[in-house]
């Protein structure tokens, strides 16, 4: 990693910038290798969300990795977020998404955003594992499409807020089979509209109990990331009472916005994982295969799928990085290059596992062979946390504003 020959660190190491992010990895490959590896082929197969496992990450200290020490987490940055979900992703994309989908979607966005109150109250038992969380943004009918959302909160003369409305593809959403809901939800509603007839997003902390909040269908059948729950959500006449809201009402864009950084980026980390466990296996398979005589490395268009793949992995690692030291977890500031690495890194992820596949014939199209799950998990990264064609439009609107990153 990160240390030298001789024994001295390597500054220029940007995934492993200090010792402690380097110690950070270290523990999370041997966990990943010890626990998360041997059991993702069979939780990818069965559709199922390893709970035991999910709140072991609690024990490690991985599940509030951005939180404060004071509220029961690790205190880490933006760069620890991006070496934890490469690490897991290398293994079992599934199983880190949902925890993308608790640590960065939920548990970060309140440690930014809550007051002391509600860190003090929640983030304890989101960083322990005893409560699994999720974040509801997108509906049936509004996804890209954001503050078309639909779902809306109304406060009642007590004080308390009643909402309605359905959230969709929501991650953690539900937590088994029998529809158990998370524990606690980050939800936008809206609680006005703006003189565009936008949404003003108003942002609730709905927990588990909380009269009219339920699960309305786990969603099966998905193409990848099967070791992660996904599920639809149901507001109906739900009381939630007013200590629950976070911030001021209306003006939970910030957190949206904000909080999108860092899961684009954690997002983009997870492609880096898949890249990274995709060419190491067409590498070896390569060496090890022969065909007409000579092993299969030796042909001009293998080389061009394994060089190619290369050169694609270590640019996404050092744009990822280079991202990640530059975004601050609690201000937003650098949506640019967070959507600009996730646009390219996902694609990419997906290209190399790909050329995985086919340098790998027909084992590669096979479970035992991991490359084909990481394929089919590699995709999702190109819709969820934002479209490639969101991403496309972000990064015009933004150059159109300023384009310092491109002459400065
Ligand atoms: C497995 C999974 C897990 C998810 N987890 C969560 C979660 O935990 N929480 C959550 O809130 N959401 C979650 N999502 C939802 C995800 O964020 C949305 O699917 C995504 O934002 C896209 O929204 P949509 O599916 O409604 O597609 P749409 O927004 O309807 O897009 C359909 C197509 O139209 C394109 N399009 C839309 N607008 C434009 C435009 N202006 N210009 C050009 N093209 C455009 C899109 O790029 C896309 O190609 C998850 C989704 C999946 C599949």
Known sequence: ????????????????????HSMLREMVRDFTIKEVEPQALEYDKKEIFNVDLFKKLGDYGLLGISVPEEYGGAGMDSTAVAIVNEELSYSDPGFCLAYLAHAQLMVNN???????????????????????????MSEPGYGTDVLGM???????????????????????????DSGT???????????????????????????RGMEGYSVGQKIYDKAGMRASNTAEL?????????????????????????????????????SLGIARRSLSAMNKYASEREAFGNQIRDFGQIQ?????SYAEYRAMRAYIYDTAANTNLSMAGNRLDSDGVKLFATTAAKNIA????????????????????LWRDSKLLEIGGGTLEGHHKNITRDLAKNSSNIDG
């Not at 779902?151 to 088994?176: E, H, L, P, V, Y």
């Not at 703006?194 to 949404?199: E, I, L, P, T, V």
């Not at 061009?304 to 190619?308: A, F, K, N, P, T």
């Open 1 to 20: 990693m990160a240390i030298l020959m001789n024994g001295e660190w390597n500054l220029n190491d940007i995934a492993n910038p200090t010792q402690e």
């Open 110 to 136: 309140l440690a930014q955003n809550g007051s002391d109150e509600q860190k003090s109250r929640i983030l304890p038992k989101v960083c322990s594992g005893d409560w699994i969380g999720c974040m509801a």
């Open 150 to 176: 639909q779902t809306s909160a109304i406060q009642q003369d007590n004080g308390s807020w009643k909402i309605n409305g359905n959230k969709m593809w929501i991650t953690n959403g539900a937590i088994d």
């Open 181 to 207: 809901p998370a524990d606690i939800v980050w939800l936008y509603a809206r609680t006005g509209t703006d003189s565009k007839g936008r949404a003003e997003l108003t942002t609730f902390l709905v927990e």
């Open 234 to 270: 149901v507001f109906d006449n739900c009381i939630v009472p007013n200590e629950n809201v976070v911030g001021n009402p209306g003006e939970s864009m910030i957190h949206m916005m904000r909080n999108l950084e860092i899961e684009r980026i954690a997002l983009a980390a997870m």
């Open 304 to 308: 061009r799928h394994i060089g190619e």
């Open 354 to 373: 790909d050329r995985a596949i086919q340098v790998m014939g027909g084992y590669g199209y096979v479970g035992e062979y991991v490359v084909e799950r």
